[in-house]
């Protein structure tokens, strides 16, 4: 257990991938479409899942200030 200050970050206690997902809303697996996210020099940073072209351009931003591409 890391120890800042007051502040104390059990590892355990940190939320895994899968239970955010359903704490923001649960899946649907039927309408996730695909969403790459670029820096600002058009390099990809990666893939993230995304509803619509607005959620991938707010799940890009959210994640690192990128630019979405929503391609599904």
Known sequence: MKK???LQIKPERIMK???LI???GG???EHIGCCICYDHDMNPMGGIASFDRDDCSMNCYDAGGWLGWYLC
Request: glycine content about 0%; charged content about 40%.
């Open 4 to 6: 800042l200050n007051r």
């Open 17 to 19: 991938n899968d239970e």
């Open 22 to 24: 359903t704490l923001k």
């Open 27 to 29: 899946y649907d697996w």
